[in-house]
C-alpha cells in the first residue's frame, strides 16, 4: 500500500476542494486527494458563459445518461456532471443560490438546521458578484413585478421570494470554482499531495473499517477515508465496495461488507422545463453570435475588460414566486436568458429569441442510482423518477403558466414577437403537463442518495463501518430550494470542523 496518509478525499468536486484545504490547514495532517478527471485547464472552464462548451465535453464531464423515465414518455435524460479539479463548480451554471431556511430546518437533524448552517455559508471562500444588467432583464423583472411578485435584490437575504438579478460565483470576469477558491491556495502544501486522471475503484476494508482505496491497480491506505464523489459516483463506490443494498451487491457478485439499504435510494432532482420567445429587437446573445463583427466585440470586450456576455451565468434574471394563493413560501424558480437554444450547451436560434424557464424548489420525487455491475468504469443507472406525485406535477404547470404571464405582461410583452415554444395552442392543465412530459429535463441539483439519517449520521460517518464518511450533496436528506452549490459548500465547512473535532 502508498501511505499512510491521515486522510484520502476521493473525488476534488466542490467538496472534495473545501476539505483538501481546510484539513491541510494543519501542517502534520497528511491529506491525499484523488480525482477521476484532469486539472481544470481547459480555458472555458474559466469563462463564465463558457459552461455551455462544456455540455458535451467527456475529458471534463461525465456526461451521464439516465435510464428511460415512465412519466417523460420513456426518454433518457441527459445528465452532465463535472470530471475535473472543481467537479461540477467547474462546469455549472453558477448561479448562487442558499436557499430557503425551511429547507434546512425541514431536514429535522439537530446541527443542520438553517442557524446552525449560516456560519458556514458566510464562510465560503467561493467569490459571488452581482450580474450585468440587460435591458431585457429589466423588462423581466418589471413584467413580474407588475404582476405583484415583489422585488428582491438579493435572492440569498432574509426572504427568498421575489424577482431581480441572479448573483454568481464569478470574480472580475472570471469563474470562481471550488477549485480556485480553495485548492490554489492550498495546493503548494508539502502536506497536502493531489493526484488527477486517479479513479479510485474500491474502498479497501479490514473486517468493517476502511483503511484506504483501491486506484490505478494501486492500494493507498489512510487513517479515515472521505467520499466526495456526488450524489451519483458516492453511492456508486460504496456498492462497488460492499456498502450497500444485499440483494444489488449479490447480483453483482461483490461481497458484502455492510447490508446499508438505501445507499443509492431516495435521489431527489428539481425537474426543470424551458419556454422560449422570438424577440421584436435585435438585443439578444442569438443576434450577438449571428454577426461576426459582434462576436470579435464581444470577444474584445472581455479580453480587454473582463466584462460583457461572456461574463454572464446560466441564468440572468429570475422570480421565485408562490404558485397556490396562500403559500408561506415560493415553490417554483423562473430562470431569465436573453438568449435561446434548441438544446442546452447548443447552437443558438437563428432569430433573436430569449429564454424563460421553471424548476420546481420543494421536491417530493425520489429516485435512485444503482451500479450496473461490478466495475467502476461503468457508468450507474439513474432513476430520476420525475413528476411522480400530484404536487409536482401542479407546481410546475403552475410555474409554467406564470412564466407565460410574465413574458405577455407589460414591459416584457413589448419586446414579443410570438411564443416560439410551446406555442398558444398549449393552454390545458393537460397540455402543459404534456409539454413537461415531451421536453423537461434536469437543471443539474442531485441530491439525497446518502442521506443523513439512513445511510450516515450526523456527523456524516458511513453507519454500520468506520473510518470512512461521505461529503457531499449525496447527504442532504431532501434537495434545497433553488440551485445547490452554495449549500454543498456548506456541507463541507461544516464537515471539516466536526473532522477536526473527532481527530
Known sequence: MTGPFDTIVVGAGSAGCVLAN????????????????????????????GYGKLFARTDVNWAYDSEPEPALNGRRVFTPRGKVLGGSSSINGLVYIRGQREDFDGWGIKGWDFESLAPYFARSALKVSALPRHELCDAFIDSAAALGVPRNDDFNGPSQEGTGYYRATTFKGRRSSAATAYLRPAEKRPNLT???????????????????????GRAFKAKEILLCAGAFNSPQLLQLSGVGPRALLERHGIPLVHESPQVGEDLQDHFYARTFWRCRRKITLNDDMASLWRQAAIGLQYLLARKGPLTVAAGHAAAFVCTRPGSRRPDAQIYFINFSSARRGGVLHAHSGFTCAVSQLQVESRGSVHIRSSEATEPPAIRYNYLATENDRRVMVEGLKMA????????LSEYVEAEFQPGTGVKSEEAWLAYCREYGETVFHPTSTCRMGTVVDERLRVKGVDGLRVIDASIMPAVPSGNINAAVIAVAEKAADLIREDA
Open 194 to 216: 493531489i493526484e488527477v486522471d486517479s479513479l479510485v475503484t474500491r474502498i479497501l476494508f479490514e473486517g468493517k473499517r476502511a483503511v484506504g482505496v483501491e486506484c490505478k
Open 22 to 49: 481546510r484539513l491541510s490547514e494543519k501542517p502534520d495532517r497528511r491529506v491525499l486527494l484523488l480525482e477521476a478527471g484532469p486539472r481544470d485547464t481547459n480555458p472555458w472552464i474559466h469563462v463564465p458563459l
Open 404 to 411: 407565460r404571464r410574465i413574458c405577455t405582461t407589460a414591459p
